[in-house]
């Protein structure tokens, strides 16, 4: 998925039309909705100024919208080889002895507690919990949205006592 293609995923989650948006980011009126096409549409790549404005508006961490392009199963896999490299996942097989991508339980860079986090709220919208708009908002705003959850549940244990 390119930049472009998230970036209309997000907007449209937001209700933004494409003028809507170019003129948040503060381009002519003229030519607002033709950025964002061009954008959109891969025919220009935003500016790294712009890429940190157009998360803002849209509301999630600009590093959401630069995932790195996965266009076919092909980019899929070298990415998945790529984590296996880098940071240490390891691929093996669940319960039921389907295949899945697991981090290596004794590598400190795991980040284990990140899929704890991950599992927990996907479990919240799975059960009910919370809604698909909460859940998506966690992960397209990580890890702000959770350094801002640890912060809220130290406040509210601070209150109690």
């Known amino acids: 998925m390119t930049v472009g293609q998230r970036l209309k995923r997000f907007r449209t989650r937001k209700g933004l039309t494409q003028k809507q948006l170019g003129l948040?980011?503060?381009f002519d009126n003229r030519t607002a909705d033709i950025?964002?096409?061009q954008y959109e549409t891969g025919t220009r790549k935003p500016k790294e100024k712009y890429i940190e404005k157009l998360a803002?508006?849209?509301?999630?961490?600009?590093?959401?919208?630069e995932v790195g392009d996965i266009e076919n199963y092909e980019h899929l896999f070298q990415l998945l080889f790529?984590?296996?490299?880098e940071y240490g996942f390891k691929?093996?097989?669940?319960?039921n002895g389907?295949?899945?991508?697991?981090?290596?339980?004794?590598d400190r860079s795991s980040h284990l507690d990140t899929f704890r986090n991950w599992y927990t709220k996907s479990e919240q919208l799975k059960n009910g919990e919370?809604?698909?708009?909460?859940?998506?908002?966690?992960?397209?705003?990580?890890?702000?949205?959770?350094?801002?959850e640890t912060h809220?549940?130290?406040k509210s244990i601070g209150e109690k006592e």
């Not at 790529?82 to 490299?85: G, N, P, V």
């Not at 919370?130 to 801002?148: F, L």
């Open 24 to 26: 948040a980011i503060g």
């Open 35 to 37: 950025r964002i096409a």
């Open 56 to 65: 803002a508006i849209v509301g999630v961490q600009p590093s959401a919208l």
């Open 82 to 85: 790529a984590l296996e490299d």
């Open 91 to 95: 691929i093996s097989k669940d319960e």
């Open 98 to 106: 389907t295949p899945c991508l697991v981090p290596d339980r004794f």
């Open 130 to 148: 919370i809604t698909q708009e909460q859940y998506d908002n966690w992960r397209y705003n990580y890890p702000a949205s959770s350094a801002r």
């Open 152 to 154: 809220e549940a130290l």
